[in-house]
Protein backbone atom coordinates (compact mmCIF):
# COMPACT_ATOMS: atom_id res chain seq x y z
CA UNK A 1 0.00 0.00 0.00
CA UNK A 2 1.72 3.50 -0.82
CA UNK A 3 1.50 6.54 1.67
CA UNK A 4 1.79 9.92 2.03
CA UNK A 5 0.93 12.96 3.31
CA UNK A 6 -0.19 16.27 2.05
CA UNK A 7 0.53 19.25 4.57
CA UNK A 8 0.75 23.19 3.69
CA UNK A 9 2.55 25.92 4.37
CA UNK A 10 0.01 27.60 6.64
CA UNK A 11 -3.87 27.82 6.53
CA UNK A 12 -5.68 28.74 3.38
CA UNK A 13 -2.78 27.20 1.28
CA UNK A 14 -5.38 24.90 -0.75
CA UNK A 15 -4.56 21.70 0.65
CA UNK A 16 -7.90 20.85 1.32
CA UNK A 17 -8.85 21.54 -2.49
CA UNK A 18 -5.98 19.49 -3.82
CA UNK A 19 -6.13 16.40 -1.24
CA UNK A 20 -9.53 16.58 -2.10
CA UNK A 21 -8.86 16.38 -6.12
CA UNK A 22 -5.68 13.68 -5.44
CA UNK A 23 -8.09 11.21 -3.52
CA UNK A 24 -11.04 11.78 -6.68
CA UNK A 25 -8.54 11.11 -8.97
CA UNK A 26 -6.60 8.16 -7.29
CA UNK A 27 -10.02 6.79 -6.40
CA UNK A 28 -11.34 5.75 -10.09
CA UNK A 29 -8.99 3.32 -10.11
CA UNK A 30 -7.64 2.46 -6.81
CA UNK A 31 -9.46 1.83 -3.13
CA UNK A 32 -8.41 5.19 -1.37
CA UNK A 33 -8.22 5.06 2.65
CA UNK A 34 -7.95 8.81 3.73
CA UNK A 35 -7.36 10.71 6.88
CA UNK A 36 -7.58 14.12 8.08
CA UNK A 37 -5.12 15.26 10.75
CA UNK A 38 -6.63 16.94 13.69
CA UNK A 39 -10.56 17.37 15.36
CA UNK A 40 -12.51 17.89 12.36
CA UNK A 41 -15.08 16.74 10.74
CA UNK A 42 -16.19 18.84 7.81
CA UNK A 43 -12.66 18.02 5.62
CA UNK A 44 -13.68 14.15 6.32
CA UNK A 45 -16.93 14.47 4.80
CA UNK A 46 -15.46 15.51 1.21
CA UNK A 47 -13.14 12.68 1.34
CA UNK A 48 -15.61 10.71 2.21
CA UNK A 49 -17.71 11.76 -0.37
CA UNK A 50 -14.71 11.36 -3.05
CA UNK A 51 -13.67 7.91 -2.40
CA UNK A 52 -16.67 6.05 -0.76
CA UNK A 53 -14.47 5.10 2.04
CA UNK A 54 -14.70 6.76 5.71
CA UNK A 55 -12.31 9.34 6.27
CA UNK A 56 -10.65 8.91 9.87
CA UNK A 57 -8.99 11.27 11.91
CA UNK A 58 -5.39 11.31 13.43
CA UNK A 59 -4.51 13.43 16.51
CA UNK A 60 -1.42 13.38 18.42
CA UNK A 61 -2.96 15.47 21.30
CA UNK A 62 -6.09 13.59 22.37
CA UNK A 63 -4.63 10.01 20.76
CA UNK A 64 -1.99 8.18 22.24
CA UNK A 65 0.54 6.08 19.63
CA UNK A 66 -1.13 2.47 20.06
CA UNK A 67 -4.61 4.34 19.45
CA UNK A 68 -3.40 6.08 16.05
CA UNK A 69 -1.43 2.99 14.94
CA UNK A 70 -5.07 1.26 15.75
CA UNK A 71 -7.00 3.61 13.60
CA UNK A 72 -4.74 3.54 11.11
CA UNK A 73 -4.32 -0.10 10.52
CA UNK A 74 -7.89 -0.59 10.72
CA UNK A 75 -9.35 2.00 8.37
CA UNK A 76 -6.73 0.91 5.53
CA UNK A 77 -7.93 -2.56 5.59
CA UNK A 78 -8.36 -3.42 2.02
CA UNK A 79 -6.49 0.36 1.03
CA UNK A 80 -4.50 0.85 -2.37
CA UNK A 81 -3.31 3.68 -0.84
CA UNK A 82 -3.37 5.94 2.23
CA UNK A 83 -3.36 9.99 2.03
CA UNK A 84 -3.37 11.77 4.76
CA UNK A 85 -4.40 15.91 4.96
CA UNK A 86 -2.49 17.88 7.49
CA UNK A 87 -4.00 20.39 9.65
CA UNK A 88 -3.28 24.25 9.30
CA UNK A 89 0.60 24.73 9.00
CA UNK A 90 2.97 21.85 8.81
CA UNK A 91 4.13 22.41 12.44
CA UNK A 92 0.90 24.10 14.03
CA UNK A 93 -0.22 21.94 16.71
CA UNK A 94 -1.07 22.01 20.14
CA UNK A 95 1.94 23.97 21.68
CA UNK A 96 4.47 26.29 20.95
CA UNK A 97 7.77 24.20 21.32
CA UNK A 98 6.73 20.44 21.49
CA UNK A 99 5.14 19.18 18.26
CA UNK A 100 1.77 17.22 19.98
CA UNK A 101 -1.35 17.73 17.92
CA UNK A 102 0.51 19.04 14.72
CA UNK A 103 0.67 17.59 11.05
CA UNK A 104 4.39 16.82 11.82
CA UNK A 105 3.91 14.45 14.65
CA UNK A 106 1.50 12.22 12.44
CA UNK A 107 4.12 12.28 9.74
CA UNK A 108 6.66 11.22 11.87
CA UNK A 109 4.79 8.35 13.78
CA UNK A 110 3.92 6.87 10.28
CA UNK A 111 6.77 8.13 8.67
CA UNK A 112 5.28 8.97 5.85
CA UNK A 113 6.41 11.48 3.35
CA UNK A 114 5.38 15.29 3.40
CA UNK A 115 4.11 16.78 0.22
CA UNK A 116 3.97 20.54 0.91
CA UNK A 117 1.52 22.82 -0.74
CA UNK A 118 3.18 26.37 -0.60
CA UNK A 119 0.58 29.29 -1.64
CA UNK A 120 2.74 30.62 -4.11
CA UNK A 121 1.39 33.94 -4.41
CA UNK A 122 3.07 36.96 -5.35
CA UNK A 123 6.72 34.96 -4.51
CA UNK A 124 9.12 32.60 -6.38
CA UNK A 125 12.41 32.26 -5.09
CA UNK A 126 11.07 33.12 -1.66
CA UNK A 127 9.07 29.72 -2.24
CA UNK A 128 12.33 27.98 -2.10
CA UNK A 129 13.62 30.09 1.32
CA UNK A 130 10.43 29.19 2.61
CA UNK A 131 10.66 25.54 1.57
CA UNK A 132 14.21 25.66 3.40
CA UNK A 133 13.29 26.65 6.21
CA UNK A 134 10.62 23.82 6.61
CA UNK A 135 13.04 21.23 5.84
CA UNK A 136 15.52 22.07 8.46
CA UNK A 137 12.94 23.25 10.94
CA UNK A 138 12.75 19.17 11.98
CA UNK A 139 15.40 16.72 10.78
CA UNK A 140 12.96 13.85 11.28
CA UNK A 141 10.73 15.64 8.49
CA UNK A 142 10.97 14.25 4.79
CA UNK A 143 9.59 16.58 2.58
CA UNK A 144 9.34 14.44 -0.42
CA UNK A 145 7.68 17.00 -3.04
CA UNK A 146 6.22 20.17 -3.33
CA UNK A 147 3.02 21.69 -5.03
CA UNK A 148 3.04 25.31 -5.60
CA UNK A 149 -0.34 26.88 -5.21
CA UNK A 150 -2.23 30.13 -7.20
CA UNK A 151 0.76 30.56 -9.57
CA UNK A 152 -0.05 33.08 -12.34
CA UNK A 153 1.71 32.16 -15.59
CA UNK A 154 5.06 29.89 -16.90
CA UNK A 155 7.26 32.68 -16.15
CA UNK A 156 6.24 32.44 -12.12
CA UNK A 157 6.00 28.55 -12.30
CA UNK A 158 9.75 28.48 -13.96
CA UNK A 159 11.20 30.91 -11.35
CA UNK A 160 9.81 28.89 -8.30
CA UNK A 161 10.50 25.72 -9.34
CA UNK A 162 14.38 26.19 -10.76
CA UNK A 163 14.90 28.14 -7.14
CA UNK A 164 13.09 25.38 -5.30
CA UNK A 165 15.13 22.26 -7.47
CA UNK A 166 18.47 24.26 -7.18
CA UNK A 167 18.45 25.44 -3.20
CA UNK A 168 16.39 22.81 -2.00
CA UNK A 169 16.69 19.68 -4.27
CA UNK A 170 12.84 18.69 -3.74
CA UNK A 171 10.60 18.03 -7.08
CA UNK A 172 8.17 20.06 -8.05
CA UNK A 173 5.16 18.23 -8.64
CA UNK A 174 2.39 20.30 -9.57
CA UNK A 175 1.73 23.75 -10.14
CA UNK A 176 -2.22 25.06 -9.67
CA UNK A 177 -3.18 28.65 -11.16
CA UNK A 178 -5.27 31.25 -9.42
CA UNK A 179 -8.44 30.75 -10.47
CA UNK A 180 -11.23 33.50 -9.30
CA UNK A 181 -14.73 32.12 -7.73
CA UNK A 182 -13.79 28.58 -7.66
CA UNK A 183 -13.44 27.67 -4.37
CA UNK A 184 -15.48 25.06 -2.38
CA UNK A 185 -18.53 26.68 -0.59
CA UNK A 186 -17.32 28.27 2.77
CA UNK A 187 -19.88 29.20 5.35
CA UNK A 188 -18.38 30.68 9.25
CA UNK A 189 -17.52 27.27 10.71
CA UNK A 190 -15.83 26.27 7.48
CA UNK A 191 -17.11 24.33 4.65
CA UNK A 192 -20.25 23.20 3.94
CA UNK A 193 -20.75 19.85 5.28
CA UNK A 194 -20.31 17.30 2.46
CA UNK A 195 -23.41 15.35 3.55
CA UNK A 196 -25.88 18.54 3.14
CA UNK A 197 -24.18 19.97 -0.05
CA UNK A 198 -24.56 16.57 -1.90
CA UNK A 199 -28.19 16.71 -2.86
CA UNK A 200 -27.49 19.92 -4.93
CA UNK A 201 -25.82 19.59 -8.57
CA UNK A 202 -24.58 23.05 -8.34
CA UNK A 203 -22.53 21.68 -5.07
CA UNK A 204 -21.44 18.56 -6.39
CA UNK A 205 -20.84 20.33 -10.07
CA UNK A 206 -18.22 22.73 -8.36
CA UNK A 207 -16.27 19.61 -6.76
CA UNK A 208 -16.12 18.04 -10.15
CA UNK A 209 -14.88 21.57 -12.02
CA UNK A 210 -11.99 21.64 -8.83
CA UNK A 211 -11.05 18.10 -9.11
CA UNK A 212 -10.47 18.66 -12.79
CA UNK A 213 -8.69 22.02 -12.88
CA UNK A 214 -6.58 20.78 -10.01
CA UNK A 215 -5.58 17.19 -11.47
CA UNK A 216 -4.84 18.87 -15.14
CA UNK A 217 -1.65 20.49 -12.69
CA UNK A 218 -0.73 17.96 -10.93
CA UNK A 219 1.66 15.23 -12.27
CA UNK A 220 0.07 12.11 -10.07
CA UNK A 221 2.29 9.61 -11.32
CA UNK A 222 5.06 11.59 -9.98
CA UNK A 223 3.46 11.92 -6.70
CA UNK A 224 2.60 8.14 -6.33
CA UNK A 225 6.40 7.73 -7.30
CA UNK A 226 7.26 9.61 -3.92
CA UNK A 227 4.53 7.88 -1.80
CA UNK A 228 6.13 5.95 0.69
CA UNK A 229 5.43 1.52 0.31
CA UNK A 230 3.83 0.34 3.56
CA UNK A 231 2.46 -2.89 4.66
CA UNK A 232 -1.13 -3.75 4.55
CA UNK A 233 -2.42 -5.08 7.60
CA UNK A 234 -5.24 -7.57 7.09
CA UNK A 235 -5.74 -8.46 11.26
CA UNK A 236 -8.10 -6.12 12.76
CA UNK A 237 -6.81 -4.01 15.64
CA UNK A 238 -7.63 -5.57 19.14
CA UNK A 239 -9.70 -2.08 19.75
CA UNK A 240 -11.96 -3.07 17.02
CA UNK A 241 -12.51 -6.48 17.40
CA UNK A 242 -15.66 -7.85 17.66
CA UNK A 243 -17.70 -8.56 20.32
CA UNK A 244 -19.60 -11.91 20.00
CA UNK A 245 -22.09 -11.17 22.59
CA UNK A 246 -25.60 -11.59 21.61
CA UNK A 247 -28.78 -9.54 22.06
CA UNK A 248 -27.10 -6.54 22.42
CA UNK A 249 -29.53 -2.83 22.40
CA UNK A 250 -30.53 -0.87 19.51
CA UNK A 251 -28.78 2.37 19.54
CA UNK A 252 -30.66 5.49 17.61
CA UNK A 253 -28.10 8.11 16.32
CA UNK A 254 -29.69 11.22 14.19
CA UNK A 255 -27.81 11.84 10.89
CA UNK A 256 -29.05 14.07 8.16
CA UNK A 257 -28.40 17.26 6.71
CA UNK A 258 -28.53 18.87 9.89
CA UNK A 259 -26.94 16.43 12.42
CA UNK A 260 -23.47 14.89 10.63
CA UNK A 261 -20.78 16.11 12.65
CA UNK A 262 -19.13 12.39 13.55
CA UNK A 263 -16.04 10.58 13.79
CA UNK A 264 -15.72 7.45 11.58
CA UNK A 265 -14.55 5.58 14.52
CA UNK A 266 -17.89 6.34 16.96
CA UNK A 267 -19.87 3.54 13.95
CA UNK A 268 -17.14 1.20 14.30
CA UNK A 269 -16.80 0.91 18.03
CA UNK A 270 -20.63 0.89 18.42
CA UNK A 271 -21.17 -2.10 16.00
CA UNK A 272 -17.62 -3.92 17.14
CA UNK A 273 -19.73 -3.71 20.42
CA UNK A 274 -22.80 -5.70 18.77
CA UNK A 275 -25.21 -2.56 19.09
CA UNK A 276 -27.40 -2.30 16.37
CA UNK A 277 -27.29 1.46 14.78
CA UNK A 278 -30.45 2.72 13.33
CA UNK A 279 -30.25 5.65 12.17
CA UNK A 280 -32.97 9.15 11.50
CA UNK A 281 -33.75 12.04 10.16
CA UNK A 282 -34.94 14.94 13.30
CA UNK A 283 -35.59 17.29 9.84
CA UNK A 284 -37.34 14.58 8.03
CA UNK A 285 -38.03 11.53 10.10
CA UNK A 286 -39.51 9.60 12.87
CA UNK A 287 -37.65 8.59 15.97
CA UNK A 288 -37.06 5.22 15.95
CA UNK A 289 -37.53 2.30 18.71
CA UNK A 290 -34.36 2.33 20.48
CA UNK A 291 -32.53 1.35 23.37
CA UNK A 292 -30.46 4.71 23.84
CA UNK A 293 -30.11 7.95 21.24
CA UNK A 294 -27.04 9.98 19.88
CA UNK A 295 -27.80 13.14 18.60
CA UNK A 296 -24.36 15.13 16.78
CA UNK A 297 -23.39 17.72 15.84
CA UNK A 298 -24.10 19.73 12.62
CA UNK A 299 -25.58 23.30 11.15
CA UNK A 300 -28.55 23.38 13.05
CA UNK A 301 -30.13 26.72 13.02
CA UNK A 302 -30.24 26.13 8.69
CA UNK A 303 -32.71 23.63 9.11
CA UNK A 304 -34.23 25.10 12.48
CA UNK A 305 -37.93 25.32 10.85
CA UNK A 306 -37.53 21.92 9.29
CA UNK A 307 -36.94 20.46 12.71
CA UNK A 308 -38.84 22.70 14.59
CA UNK A 309 -42.07 21.20 12.73
CA UNK A 310 -41.38 17.96 13.35
CA UNK A 311 -43.30 18.14 16.44
CA UNK A 312 -43.84 14.69 16.55
CA UNK A 313 -40.25 13.75 16.91
CA UNK A 314 -39.35 16.26 19.59
CA UNK A 315 -42.28 15.10 21.82
CA UNK A 316 -40.81 11.35 21.41
CA UNK A 317 -37.46 12.35 22.31
CA UNK A 318 -39.09 14.00 25.20
CA UNK A 319 -40.87 10.96 26.45
CA UNK A 320 -37.82 8.80 25.76
CA UNK A 321 -36.09 11.01 28.29
CA UNK A 322 -38.39 11.33 30.50
CA UNK A 323 -38.51 7.64 30.64
CA UNK A 324 -34.84 7.39 31.72
CA UNK A 325 -33.86 5.87 28.06
CA UNK A 326 -29.96 6.97 27.85
CA UNK A 327 -29.47 10.06 25.73
CA UNK A 328 -26.02 11.50 24.92
CA UNK A 329 -26.16 14.86 23.07
CA UNK A 330 -22.65 16.89 21.84
CA UNK A 331 -23.10 20.83 20.35
CA UNK A 332 -25.81 21.02 17.79
CA UNK A 333 -27.75 17.95 19.98
CA UNK A 334 -27.12 20.20 22.72
CA UNK A 335 -28.96 23.42 21.37
CA UNK A 336 -31.83 20.70 19.66
CA UNK A 337 -32.40 19.46 22.99
CA UNK A 338 -32.28 22.75 24.78
CA UNK A 339 -36.16 24.77 24.86
CA UNK A 340 -34.76 27.12 21.77
CA UNK A 341 -32.93 28.60 19.73
CA UNK A 342 -32.84 32.30 19.11
CA UNK A 343 -30.52 34.53 16.89
CA UNK A 344 -29.78 37.82 18.22
CA UNK A 345 -28.27 39.64 15.41
CA UNK A 346 -28.93 39.51 11.59
CA UNK A 347 -26.63 36.47 11.24
CA UNK A 348 -25.63 34.25 8.13
CA UNK A 349 -28.91 34.65 6.55
CA UNK A 350 -31.11 34.98 9.47
CA UNK A 351 -32.83 38.14 10.42
CA UNK A 352 -32.51 39.19 14.25
CA UNK A 353 -35.04 37.59 16.76
CA UNK A 354 -35.89 35.01 14.77
CA UNK A 355 -36.35 31.84 16.58
CA UNK A 356 -36.88 28.30 16.48
CA UNK A 357 -38.92 25.86 19.40
CA UNK A 358 -36.89 22.97 19.85
CA UNK A 359 -37.07 19.53 21.78
CA UNK A 360 -37.01 21.33 25.51
CA UNK A 361 -35.49 18.03 26.98
CA UNK A 362 -32.57 20.30 28.83
CA UNK A 363 -33.62 23.09 30.92
CA UNK A 364 -31.68 25.23 28.76
CA UNK A 365 -31.96 28.09 26.11
CA UNK A 366 -29.91 28.44 22.97
CA UNK A 367 -28.25 32.29 21.43
CA UNK A 368 -26.69 32.52 18.27
CA UNK A 369 -24.22 34.01 17.19
CA UNK A 370 -21.45 34.26 19.67
CA UNK A 371 -17.86 34.98 19.23
CA UNK A 372 -16.03 31.99 16.73
CA UNK A 373 -14.72 29.23 19.68
CA UNK A 374 -12.63 26.57 18.95
CA UNK A 375 -10.29 24.66 21.46
CA UNK A 376 -9.09 21.21 22.48
CA UNK A 377 -11.23 19.81 25.76
CA UNK A 378 -9.69 17.41 28.28
CA UNK A 379 -11.23 16.73 31.08
CA UNK A 380 -13.03 14.12 33.25
CA UNK A 381 -16.75 13.04 34.22
CA UNK A 382 -18.05 14.29 37.82
CA UNK A 383 -20.50 12.62 39.45
CA UNK A 384 -23.21 13.60 38.72
CA UNK A 385 -22.25 11.68 35.13
CA UNK A 386 -25.49 9.86 33.93
CA UNK A 387 -24.70 6.68 33.16
CA UNK A 388 -23.11 4.23 35.78
CA UNK A 389 -19.58 4.46 36.54
CA UNK A 390 -17.13 2.77 39.37
CA UNK A 391 -14.83 6.05 38.66
CA UNK A 392 -14.34 9.47 36.77
CA UNK A 393 -13.75 8.61 32.86
CA UNK A 394 -10.88 10.86 30.75
CA UNK A 395 -12.96 13.49 27.84
CA UNK A 396 -11.14 14.07 25.50
CA UNK A 397 -11.91 15.74 22.72
CA UNK A 398 -12.62 19.56 21.34
CA UNK A 399 -15.37 22.51 21.22
CA UNK A 400 -16.38 24.44 18.13
CA UNK A 401 -19.06 26.48 18.06
CA UNK A 402 -20.88 30.07 17.70
CA UNK A 403 -23.58 29.75 19.81
CA UNK A 404 -24.08 30.30 23.50
CA UNK A 405 -26.29 27.82 25.73
CA UNK A 406 -28.23 29.38 28.94
CA UNK A 407 -28.91 27.09 31.61
CA UNK A 408 -31.70 27.37 34.23
CA UNK A 409 -30.00 27.85 37.98
CA UNK A 410 -29.69 24.86 39.99
CA UNK A 411 -28.64 22.42 36.64
CA UNK A 412 -26.15 19.56 37.34
CA UNK A 413 -23.44 19.10 34.88
CA UNK A 414 -21.63 15.59 34.13
CA UNK A 415 -17.97 17.18 32.62
CA UNK A 416 -15.52 18.78 34.87
CA UNK A 417 -13.03 20.46 32.38
CA UNK A 418 -9.10 21.18 33.11
CA UNK A 419 -8.90 22.56 29.44
CA UNK A 420 -10.80 23.95 26.96
CA UNK A 421 -14.50 25.54 27.64
CA UNK A 422 -17.78 24.29 28.41
CA UNK A 423 -21.27 25.45 29.21
CA UNK A 424 -20.44 27.14 32.50
CA UNK A 425 -16.88 27.69 31.88
CA UNK A 426 -14.88 24.60 33.53
CA UNK A 427 -18.53 22.59 33.53
CA UNK A 428 -20.03 21.46 30.55
CA UNK A 429 -22.73 18.27 30.11
CA UNK A 430 -26.04 19.38 31.24
CA UNK A 431 -27.24 16.39 33.60
CA UNK A 432 -31.19 15.93 33.48
CA UNK A 433 -32.60 12.24 33.18
CA UNK A 434 -30.39 9.84 31.73
CA UNK A 435 -29.46 12.14 29.34
CA UNK A 436 -26.33 14.40 28.77
CA UNK A 437 -25.72 17.54 26.60
CA UNK A 438 -22.26 18.73 26.02
CA UNK A 439 -20.57 21.49 23.57
CA UNK A 440 -17.37 19.19 23.86
CA UNK A 441 -17.29 16.79 20.84
CA UNK A 442 -15.56 13.84 22.66
CA UNK A 443 -13.34 11.80 20.29
CA UNK A 444 -14.30 8.09 20.37
CA UNK A 445 -11.12 6.42 20.63
CA UNK A 446 -9.43 7.83 23.71
CA UNK A 447 -12.57 8.76 25.30
CA UNK A 448 -14.06 4.93 24.31
CA UNK A 449 -14.69 4.09 28.21
CA UNK A 450 -17.07 7.23 28.40
CA UNK A 451 -18.73 5.78 24.82
CA UNK A 452 -18.71 2.21 26.55
CA UNK A 453 -20.74 3.42 29.48
CA UNK A 454 -23.38 4.91 27.22
CA UNK A 455 -23.86 1.55 25.72
CA UNK A 456 -23.76 0.06 29.06
CA UNK A 457 -26.86 1.98 30.07
CA UNK A 458 -28.65 1.58 26.59
CA UNK A 459 -27.94 -2.24 27.33
CA UNK A 460 -29.76 -2.25 30.76
CA UNK A 461 -32.04 -0.04 29.68
CA UNK A 462 -33.11 -2.96 26.46
CA UNK A 463 -33.31 -5.41 29.43
CA UNK A 464 -35.12 -3.56 31.99
Given at each position: MKAFLVSGDRSGSGKTSITLAIAAALSKKKNVQTFKVGMDYIDPSYLTGVTGRPCRNLDSFVMNKDELTAVFEHACIGADIAIVEGVRGLYEGAESIEDIGSTASIAKHFGLPVILVIDA??????????????????????????????????RHIRKATEAIRHYCNVPVIGAIPRVENLDLTMRYLGLVPYEEGQKDKPFLDRISSIVEMICSHLDLDALLSLSHEMNNKVKIPDLFLPDNQKNKAKIGIARDEAFNFYYA?????????????????????????????????????????????????????????????????????????????????????????????????????????????????????????????????????????????????????????????????????????????????????????????????????SSS
Open positions: KSITRSAAALLYGFMKFDPEIRIAGVILNNVRGEDLFSLIESKGYEIKYFSPVHGDLPDADGYIFGGGYLEYHGHKLADNHSLMEDIRRAAEDQRPVFAECGGLMYLCRKIKILEDFSGHSKGTSFQMADVLPASCTIPKKRFVTYVSGKTTPDFPFKVKKPLAVKGHAFHYSSVHPDDGISYGYELYRGYGINETQDGIVKHNVIGSYTHIHPVPSRELLYSFLSACLSD
